[in-house]
């Protein structure tokens, strides 16, 4: 919708035909985007090699654990020299590779052509045509301006950056970050408790990421606090609604069998936990997300072992 909007012909890849041809016929994703009107400019196809066909650039949009499946599956029907272009937040669980990672290593194409979009978009505010603004992040500055320019609308404002670790990290971490507040929501803590996950989130993930050669900076950016704010604090928020679950005494298990829509923390978490481990970075709040997330933890139990951790300095700890 934000390309279309900023003038882009846009062909969608589906894999089930049944929903292109919804698509096609109604200009409507009644599945996962119902009564929003779709532009006419916007077409959906089945076929991977049809949707590539002619790309100015490529987007890729699907689950983050799905990636390198369907990379694979995609190989020798990408264009070989057009941008590809990220929106996924989640870190791949086993490799502990950011999607950027991903998609260089099954595509082989350079940092000059990979791109990544994150920013505070939750999808439906986007595609009411809600004014929002985000990051336009690749180590060319050439490339990120080019894309700056083709998703530009009236109502979408996007910065460029080329601090492609942070914006990356920022998107990944900020979902595990929303588990936690919205655990707390759920076990109907307040605004104290919320602020405090968010701004002690905040600290972690920057910690992470200047640990991984990220700028300090993006993390007070539109791909950092703006992001986690927006993420924490809406009710549109996958992630922050499925920690309210959690808060609330549903299962994992049971969240999931009840949400056809992904939340990228609750499988991220791990991958995240074990990044930090491998760059002995402290991420407390992110550790006790995984713990709950893997039932060693009850929520009411994470937040007040959190709470109860050593006394230390606001700077360093
Ligand atoms: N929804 C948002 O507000 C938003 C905003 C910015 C970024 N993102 C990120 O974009 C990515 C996709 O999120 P989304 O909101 O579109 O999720 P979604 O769950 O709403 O939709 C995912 C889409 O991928 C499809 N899909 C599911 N499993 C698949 C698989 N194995 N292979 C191929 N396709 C598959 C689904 O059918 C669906 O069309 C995530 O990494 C998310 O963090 C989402
Ligand atoms: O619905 P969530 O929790 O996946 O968050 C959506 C976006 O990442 C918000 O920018």
Not at 24 to 43: R, V
Not at 51 to 56: N, V
Not at 93 to 120: D, F, H, Q, W, Y
Request: a negative charge; hydrophobic letters at 45%; one cysteine or more.
């Amino acid at each position: 919708t934000v390309l279309a909007n900023a003038g882009n012909q846009v062909s969608v890849w589906a894999r089930r035909e049944a929903l292109c041809d919804a698509i096609n016929a109604a200009h409507e994703n009644a599945e996962y985007l119902p009564g929003i009107q779709l532009s006419d400019a916007i077409t959906a196809t089945h076929d991977p090699a049809a949707a590539a066909d002619g790309a100015e650039a490529v987007v890729l949009a699907v689950p983050s654990q799905s990636l390198r499946d369907n990379l694979t599956d995609w190989a020798g029907v990408l264009p070989n020299a057009v941008p590809l272009v990220s929106l996924m937040k989640g870190v791949e669980l086993g490799t502990t590779k950011r999607m950027s990672e991903v998609i260089a290593e099954l595509t082989g194409a350079g940092p000059e052509r990979i791109a990544v979009v994150s920013g505070p978009n939750l999808a439906r505010e986007i595609a009411e045509g809600q004014p929002a603004a985000s990051v336009v992040a690749c180590a060319d500055e050439g490339t990120a301006a080019r894309l700056q320019k083709l998703c530009h609308s009236p109502t979408f404002r996007p910065y460029t950056n080329n601090d492609v670790v942070g914006c990356e990290l920022g998107g990944a971490c900020k979902n595990v970050i929303a588990l936690a507040v919205g655990m707390a929501v759920g076990l109907g803590f307040g605004d104290n408790a919320r602020a405090s996950v968010i701004t002690r989130g905040l600290a972690e993930i920057a910690r992470l990421g200047t640990a991984l050669g990220a700028d300090e900076h993006t993390f007070s950016g539109l791909a950092g606090l703006g992001d986690l704010v927006a993420t924490c604090s809406s009710p549109l928020s996958r992630n922050r609604t499925f920690g309210e679950k959690l808060g609330q005494g549903m299962t994992v298990a049971d969240i999931t069998g009840a949400t056809r829509q992904v939340a990228e923390g609750v499988k991220s978490c791990a991958s995240i936990t074990e990044l930090a481990h491998h760059h002995d970075v402290e991420m407390p709040i992110v550790e006790h997300v995984t713990k709950v997330v893997a039932g060693e933890m009850t929520p009411e139990d994470m937040l007040f072992s959190l709470v109860s951790r050593s006394a230390k300095s606001e700077r360093w700890g």
